[in-house]
């Protein structure tokens, strides 16, 4: 049990599925620290991308292009509630999560109809092959590939926030959105695109996903759990909490699953109850 093969297996399970939370999760938190609303929809965006990422994958045998379509899709898909639904119940808190919970039901309902309730993976043939072997140790060379990717993601997102006019409209957006309205910038557009490009977070989650673990009918709900378990512990509106929050659940999940199954799920929400208790903004988060 603790063997250092079986440690360095269960801490690359543990930082590979914290990746993948990180990439759901980013997403999630940032929609919140610029619009202030938790997305009870952001599950089923991950949904929607993988079931189109695999059916891409099958039909073309290419990953990449899969990502595309997946990101594009549940782009259009997010652009398209956030203009002609989510505008109009602007500032609502209740009615926001209300209707993002709907969306996501619609979401779900039209992805068992269309896609079956069958769980679906990538194809082998689009997953990089092979495992890194260093003696008696192994491990899958696509699960390594998933946290180079989180990792990538995460710095490019940073960059964003800190580096460029994007970021620096996104951040005074979060701050004042009464001064940078009277400075000229079209804040609702400003929405529009943080609320794209978190779905499109989602969706490339859900389509590298799909390579770790099957996308099926209500997968959505157990990953939109383990995005707010995150985003809570991290602090709602930081992607730096985001990122530490990840690797926490990821790493309290596997060693949990592997040692004591019967209690993984108390081992995850038991650092979340600690937090809201000692630190209610989160580890990152700001009082607002």
């Known amino acids: 049990m603790f063997e250092p093969v079986f440690l360095a297996q269960q801490v690359l399970n543990g930082l590979s599925f914290g990746a993948l939370l990180f990439l759901l999760a980013s997403g999630l938190t940032l929609v919140f620290g610029l619009m202030r609303i938790v997305n009870m929809a952001h599950g089923a965006f991950y949904m929607l991308g993988g079931y189109i990422?695999?059916?891409i994958a099958t039909?073309?045998?290419?990953?990449?292009?899969?990502?595309?379509a997946a990101v594009v899709a549940v782009g259009l898909t997010a652009f398209v509630v956030e203009v002609?639904?989510?505008?109009?119940?602007?500032?609502?808190e209740m009615p926001e999560v209300l209707l993002t919970i709907g969306v996501s039901f619609v979401i779900a309902d039209l992805c068992l109809a269309v896609f079956g309730g069958d769980p679906q993976n990538l194809p082998n043939s689009v997953r990089i092959p092979g495992a890194l072997?260093?003696?008696?140790f192994a491990y899958p060379w696509y699960r390594i590939f998933v946290i180079i990717l989180a990792v990538v993601i995460g710095v490019a997102l940073a960059l964003v926030q800190t580096r460029t006019?994007?970021?620096?409209?996104?951040?005074?957006g979060v701050d004042d959105r009464e001064i940078i309205t009277a400075m000229g910038v079209n804040i609702r557009w400003v929405f529009t695109g943080m609320f794209v490009v978190g779905a499109a977070l989602a969706a490339i989650?859900?389509?590298?996903?799909?390579?770790?673990q099957s996308i099926l009918p209500g997968v959505q709900n157990e990953v939109l759990l383990y995005a707010l378990v995150v985003i809570i512990i991290g602090g709602l509106g930081s992607v730096a909490g985001a990122a530490v929050g990840s690797v926490l659940i990821g790493l309290i999940d596997a060693f949990?699953?592997?040692?004591?199954?019967?209690?993984?799920y108390f081992t995850i929400f038991l650092p979340m109850a600690l937090v809201l208790v000692f630190r209610p903004t989160g580890l990152f988060g700001k009082a607002a």
Not at 165 to 172: Q, S
Not at 256 to 264: D, G, M, V
């Open 84 to 92: 002609l639904l989510l505008r109009f119940v602007r500032g609502q």
């Open 256 to 264: 949990a699953k592997a040692w004591i199954p019967e209690l993984a």
């Open 59 to 68: 039909l073309t045998g290419n990953l990449l292009v899969a990502v595309v």
């Open 205 to 212: 989650g859900g389509t590298i996903g799909a390579g770790m």
């Open 53 to 55: 990422g695999v059916v």
């Open 165 to 172: 006019r994007v970021g620096a409209v996104v951040r005074a």
């Open 133 to 136: 072997m260093i003696g008696d």
